[in-house]
């Protein structure tokens, strides 16, 4: 059952980051900083795959949302290593993990395990949209169709805005207001940011079972499980003098929050 938030659900989309606030989890290098090329609060991760993540909800709790497409608004610390997980559910009563990376060089799917390259997100903001139920129809075995979105995980290192869930088909003029990416004078929205949507129509046959007997792929498949399972250290926090004094944004309290405008 989808558990929308209250006024979200009435515009059509669920701000995932928002809903799972009290119940999202951070390991590693994890901090809220002000980034001057969108003049909002985002989230920094810097570190590892394996060790730096920021997951909503928690591990043991699920969000079961029934939104059909989920929006990204993030973009690359490149040229480090980022991954983008999401779990599934379906209406084979399983849950399936997608795992969207820079460091894979090809699709490829297990049962409940599928991987893709990612190779577009660059250093500009851009909006990655994906259409949840083609990827279960896709990339998974059998006829099992998607059912909700339980959990999203974002790993290694990338700057985050936004996580949406809806049914709706979004574009760069339609995204909601609250999430729309600020036009630069004389600059069209496309010379500015990039827009992603997933799976590509070329792509939809592209994704090929791990092979048993391939080191490279038992490795992906421990690196993936890892994101899951691994102990994580405590979590970092970013040097002093990078803290700016009482910076005011809209709809929040004043905060201390360090800066991000490379």
Same mark, same amino acid.
């Given at each position: 059952?989808?558990? #929308? %938030?209250?006024?979200? =659900? ?5 701000? /995932?980051? +928002? ?7 951070? =390991? ?28 909503? #909800?928690?591990?043991? +709790? ?13 973009? %690359?610390?490149?040229?480090? #290593?980022? $991954? ?13 993990? *997608? ?8 699709? +490829?799917?297990?049962? &409940? ?11 500009? !903001? ?10 279960? @129809? ?7 169709? *998607? ?13 985050? !805005?936004? /996580? ?22 004389? @600059?069209? !929205? ?17 994704? @090929?079972? *791990? ?14 499980? $890892?994101?899951?399972? &691994?102990?994580?250290? #405590?979590?970092? &926090? ?14 929040? @309290? ?5 800066? *991000?405008?490379?």
């Amino acid at each position: 059952m989808s558990r #929308p %938030a209250s006024g979200a =659900a009435a515009a059509g989309y669920v701000n /995932v980051l +928002k809903v799972g606030l009290r119940r999202t989890e951070r =390991a590693g290098v994890v901090a809220d900083v002000l980034d001057r090329r969108l003049s909002r609060s985002v989230t920094r991760l810097t570190g590892s795959i394996e060790q730096t993540f920021l997951r909503v #909800p928690k591990k043991g +709790k699920m969000l079961g949302l029934c939104g059909q497409r989920l929006y990204v608004i993030c973009r %690359a610390l490149a040229p480090r #290593p980022f $991954a983008l997980q999401f779990d599934v559910g379906t209406t084979a009563q399983s849950l399936t993990r *997608f795992s969207l990376s820079n460091t894979y060089k090809a699709a +490829k799917a297990t049962e &409940h395990v599928v991987v893709m390259p990612l190779q577009q997100l660059g250093t500009k !903001w851009a909006v990655i949209c994906i259409d949840l139920a083609c990827m279960v @129809q896709t990339y998974t075995r059998g006829a099992a169709a *998607f059912t909700r979105l339980e959990a999203v995980q974002l790993c290694g290192n990338l700057l985050v !805005w936004a /996580v949406l869930s809806s049914d709706m088909e979004f574009a760069p003029t339609t995204l909601p207001p609250e999430f729309a990416l600020p036009k630069q004078k004389d @600059q069209k !929205w496309e010379q500015t940011y990039d827009w992603i949507g997933l799976p590509k129509p070329g792509e939809i046959s592209a994704a @090929q079972p *791990f092979t048993a007997s391939s080191e490279e792929d038992k490795k992906r498949q421990e690196d993936v499980r $890892a994101t899951r399972f &691994h102990r994580y250290p #405590p979590p970092q &926090h970013p040097p002093e003098e990078d803290v700016l004094p009482d910076v005011t944004l809209v709809g929040m @309290q004043r905060a201390r929050l360090p800066t *991000f405008d490379a």
